[in-house]
């Protein structure tokens, strides 16, 4: 499908386009790539969260938003339980392990029935390794983390990662990342869900941690708190055209984020979210009109 692969791709740009959004020379339909901390590899910073349709037995609905996600340049895909077969199905057939990055959940309790798992789904994409081993397991860490890291020292994965959403789980996140044991932390932040840039999204700049966001809409929630508002003129300041975008282009121009994962069954929802990625970011000034606005609605 491409005359060099996303990888090699993204490893080439990622230097250049890691400061703003704007898509590279030559690559106006690409998304723009930020680099993995401690790595030259980058990602397109705009992936799809675990959708609904990924678990159906019907392959065509994964299919077409795989698709579109490529479409545009895009490699994340967040994916658990029977959906990792689904996602990893798709990349297979379509011959794109180098061009996509798939986030997969383990459970830890289970070593043995795990790895049976992932030698599976390697296969199944045609993979050496997978891409990132994330678990919610937050509260075992302590004495399950050691699994993680042996799954990446056997060359398993390439990357390990903690993926929870809720402030609860902060502090055991920051912990992790203070002892440089993970290599990516997933977590919420949005305008109506902040907290995460208090402490979490600096220490991740401090320590060289990537980070994934979840729950860009809250689920869905944040689209009941804008239905029936106009978007405001001035959002075509930052090339901002619809109320996804405005959340999404909120949440990328914070400087810790690498990636923000939009979840959706619906493929012209995934276009627009998409096209959130493209463009100009909103400065603080602008972020802090934003948030005003929004809690005031
Ligand atoms: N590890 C964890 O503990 C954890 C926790 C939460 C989330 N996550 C990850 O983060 C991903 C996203 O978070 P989330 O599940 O909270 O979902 P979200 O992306 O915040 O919101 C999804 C909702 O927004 C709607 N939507 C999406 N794009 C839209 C658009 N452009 N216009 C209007 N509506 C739109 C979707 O409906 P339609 O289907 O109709 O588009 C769906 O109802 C998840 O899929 C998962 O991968 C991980």
Known sequence: MYMI????FIQLSAAASIAGCMPLNGAQNRLPTRLIPGTNEALPIIGLGNSSVFRENNLDPTRRLIDILMEHGGAYVDCGGSSRFSV?????????MDD????MYFDLDNEVAARKIITELRDIQGATSLD??????????ATHGDILR???????????GIARSGKQFYAPMMKLMEARSIDFIQVNYSMLE?????????LAMDKGIAIVINRPFINGE???????HELPAWADEFDCASWAQFSLKFILSHPAVNCVLTETSNPTHAVDNLGAGFGRLPDEKTRQRMRTHLLNL
């Open 88 to 96: 990893a199905r798709v990349v297979g057939e379509r011959n794109a």
């Open 132 to 141: 990132l081993i994330q678990t919610r397991m937050i509260q075992g860490i």
């Open 194 to 202: 902040p907290e995460a840039e208090e402490r979490l999204l600096p």
């Open 222 to 228: 944040y689209f009941s708190v804008v239905r029936g």
């Open 150 to 160: 042996r799954w990446k020292d056997d060359g398993l994965t390439r990357y390990i």
């Open 5 to 8: 692969s996303r990888r090699g």
């Open 100 to 103: 996509t990055f798939l986030g």
